[in-house]
């Protein structure tokens, strides 16, 4: 055999080893490929069963406030309207103010549960036509920390929000507010939004201790101060979004027969 045959037979012996490496090699990667291709299903597949429990927890979580909410239409059928009335201004605020979404959509179903610790107020003093004696006045302020002991420690963010709404949305921007006399951004923002929509409500509704106020009326006492209400009680910029939003505020009240 000439020494060329030789060589030529080498050659075609490394090519034979190299098509069986390759030939190897690929099947091999089919092999991973098919592994990660099942994985990749698998992980989808987790993802969606468990996107799918967050959302029947969050369906779970919103029914337990609303259940909550109309509890207290068993203590006064206003209430239940203004709590309504109060979910629609806090979201109009909120999206005035960019809040992201899914902040937006808790504080908006959270708002109607700020009142809530009014379930632990008796009648004579939750429905008194006249002025609260200093002791009446206490034991009214209480409906904060009551409510915040009804939906507090709760690992759901949507019951949490609705605890700070129902604990801080009569604390103030200056620190006279109350139970705790937080100050400024000590008070979260969902409270913030929750007391501008609260008080403008108040405002225009009749009570058994007061006539219900017009819209010029409540705008220029949130914005410039009539009473006991003044605008240092208010966030700055909240105040500002609530000027640019009070005839949205408006539309809101005169169709809350509708809405609610």
Same mark, same amino acid.
């Given at each position: 055999?000439?020494?060329?045959?030789v060589?030529?037979?080498?050659?075609?012996q490394?090519?034979?080893?190299?098509?069986?490496? $390759?030939?190897?090699?690929?099947?091999?990667?089919? %092999?991973?490929?098919?592994?990660? /291709?099942? $994985?990749?299903?698998a992980?989808?597949?987790?993802?969606?069963?468990?996107?799918?429990?967050?959302?029947?927890? %969050?369906?779970? /979580?919103?029914?337990?406030?609303?259940?909550?909410?109309?509890?207290?239409r068993? #203590?006064?059928?206003?209430?239940?309207?203004?709590?309504?009335?109060?979910?629609?201004?806090?979201?109009?605020?909120?999206? +005035?103010?960019?809040?992201?979404?899914?902040?937006?959509?808790?504080?908006?179903?959270?708002?109607?549960? /700020?009142? @809530?610790?009014? @379930?632990?107020?008796?009648?004579? @003093?939750?429905?008194?036509?006249?002025r &609260?004696?200093?002791?009446?006045?206490?034991?009214? %302020?209480? /409906?904060?920390?009551? *409510?915040a =002991?009804? &939906? *507090?420690?709760? #690992?759901?963010?949507?019951?949490?929000?609705?605890?700070?709404?129902?604990?801080t949305?009569?604390?103030?921007?200056?620190?006279?507010? +109350?139970?705790?006399?937080? =100050? #400024?951004? %000590?008070?979260?923002?969902?409270?913030?939004?929750?007391?501008?929509?609260?008080v +403008?409500?108040?405002?225009?509704?009749?009570?058994? +201790? #007061?006539?219900? !106020?017009?819209?010029?009326?409540?705008?220029e006492?949130?914005?410039?101060?009539?009473?006991?209400?003044?605008?240092?009680? !208010?966030?700055?910029?909240?105040?500002?979004?609530f000027?640019?939003?009070?005839?949205?505020?408006?539309?809101?009240?005169q169709?809350?027969?509708? $809405?609610?």
């Amino acid at each position: 055999m000439s020494v060329t045959s030789v060589e030529q037979t080498g050659m075609q012996q490394q090519l034979l080893r190299y098509a069986h490496d $390759l030939r190897e090699t690929l099947r091999k990667e089919r %092999e991973r490929s098919g592994e990660l /291709h099942r $994985l990749s299903v698998a992980l989808e597949e987790a993802l969606e069963s468990e996107r799918r429990a967050r959302v029947d927890l %969050e369906w779970a /979580h919103q029914e337990t406030l609303l259940r909550l909410m109309l509890a207290t239409r068993f #203590k006064d059928e206003e209430t239940g309207a203004h709590l309504a009335r109060v979910s629609y201004f806090a979201t109009a605020l909120g999206t +005035y103010l960019g809040l992201p979404g899914e902040q937006l959509r808790w504080i908006g179903a959270a708002a109607t549960m /700020h009142d @809530i610790g009014k @379930i632990g107020i008796p009648d004579v @003093i939750l429905l008194k036509a006249g002025r &609260l004696s200093p002791d009446e006045r206490q034991r009214m %302020e209480a /409906h904060t920390t009551i *409510g915040a =002991k009804l &939906l *507090g420690e709760s #690992k759901s963010e949507l019951i949490q929000t609705a605890c700070d709404i129902a604990l801080t949305h009569h604390e103030r921007w200056d620190g006279t507010g +109350y139970p705790d006399g937080l =100050k #400024k951004e %000590e008070i979260p923002v969902a409270g913030r939004i929750v007391m501008v929509a609260d008080v +403008y409500d108040a405002l225009r509704s009749a009570r058994p +201790y #007061k006539p219900a !106020f017009s819209h010029d009326y409540t705008v220029e006492t949130i914005l410039n101060g009539s009473g006991r209400t003044r605008p240092e009680h !208010f966030d700055p910029g909240l105040l500002e979004a609530f000027r640019a939003l009070e005839r949205d505020f408006e539309a809101i009240y005169q169709n809350s027969q509708v $809405l609610v």
